[in-house]
């Protein structure tokens, strides 16, 4: 995980150990399956509170379809001054490699209360569909479709100083896969009231039947060993398909063209100890060659979900460079 492991915090460390433990010796199964009763139990949930700020925040729960539990969690950060002022709103999709966690999963959970307070920004954090119970396009189906609800149904959803027109979408990992989708989905839809004004792609997963230099490099890390990685698009792609299916290795032989398509500005997050940083940059790099506004971060000590740790000095770098993306974005 890191060149000196042994500068991380306990906490840190601590996870990172009992993460990999369990999911490569409880979770998954040899057969592929996953034990989702297990999962589920060491998966610790959290409940909202929108009567009562949480550190500064209120959080409200909405459902769109219970057949699909598809639902969402808005957090919305309590005006500080007497006048209200008008805020973004981030659409947040979680990460886990498709495969597990939730929005109300404790780390997603305290993630979205940190964005909405620091940044500040109303976050929309949706639950979507997991795999390998629910396949690709399960997931992109729900996200966004819970998009195009928000966009019907804001009156009754968003607080008054909740600003549409400076809406992003953002995700880790599977989430900033998840993301990069809904940009391109929204670049070919008509949406009523809300308008997409960047992308935010924290260590977004992407992939592809190549085997990076960072891949081979960083195999063994906890967080996102290769042989897990493998395992997670096995469960997420459709049945037949290799990670050079175009959700997954999205400037690869069988990816879709998007130099026409009118996609907002989008922000890279990479870290230097992640296995899947080359995909990362190949992604940056493809965003380039295909005429889009894209900016790359480069945090070189940073591993694979960083940002959910903010004892980590990565961590407060990090919310100042996404605030001034989303202050540059507003602006224009």
Not at 50 to 58: A, C, E, L, Q, S
Not at 83 to 102: D, K, T
Request: neutral net charge; aromatic residues 14%.
């Amino acid at each position: 995980m890191s060149q000196n492991s042994a500068d991380l915090p306990w906490k840190v460390r601590l996870f990172a150990s009992l993460f990999s433990s369990a999911f490569k010796f409880m979770i998954r199964r040899t057969d592929g399956s996953i034990n989702r009763r297990l999962l589920n139990f060491l998966d610790y949930k959290t409940s909202p509170s929108p009567n009562k700020p949480v550190d500064g925040v209120i959080t409200t729960d909405f459902t769109i379809d219970e057949a699909r539990n598809l639902w969402f969690r808005v957090y919305t950060p309590v005006p500080t001054s007497g006048s209200e002022v008008n805020v973004p709103v981030i659409f947040y999709f979680h990460g886990s490699g498709f495969i597990c966690m939730a929005a109300n999963s404790k780390l997603f959970d305290g993630f979205c209360y940190r964005l909405a307070r620091l940044l500040p920004a109303v976050i929309i954090s949706v639950n979507y569909r997991l795999a390998p119970e629910n396949r690709y396009p399960c997931q992109y189906e729900d996200g966004f479709d819970a998009i195009r609800f928000v966009d019907k149904s804001y009156l009754e959803i968003l607080p008054s100083h909740a600003n549409l027109k400076h809406s992003f979408v953002a995700g880790d990992s599977a989430g900033g896969n998840l993301a990069h989708h809904m940009a391109v989905k929204a670049s070919k839809s008509e949406l009523s009231s809300i308008k997409l004004t960047g992308v935010i792609a924290i260590q977004p997963f992407f992939g592809g039947e190549e085997r990076t230099r960072s891949e081979i490099k960083l195999s063994g890390d906890p967080f996102v060993p290769m042989d897990t990685t493998d395992w997670m698009w096995r469960s997420f792609l459709p049945e037949g398909s290799n990670r050079d299916h175009q959700v997954s290795n999205v400037f690869g032989p069988n990816s879709a063209d998007i130099s026409q398509l009118k996609l907002p500005a989008v922000l890279v997050i990479v870290g230097g100890l992640d296995p899947l940083q080359d995909w990362q940059k190949r992604y940056y790099e493809g965003l380039k060659k295909s005429g889009k506004e894209v900016y790359l971060v480069d945090y070189v000590n940073a591993f694979h979900s960083f940002y959910l740790f903010p004892c980590l000095p990565e961590f407060p770098l990090f919310i100042e460079q996404v605030k001034e993306f989303m202050q540059e974005q507003m602006s224009t």
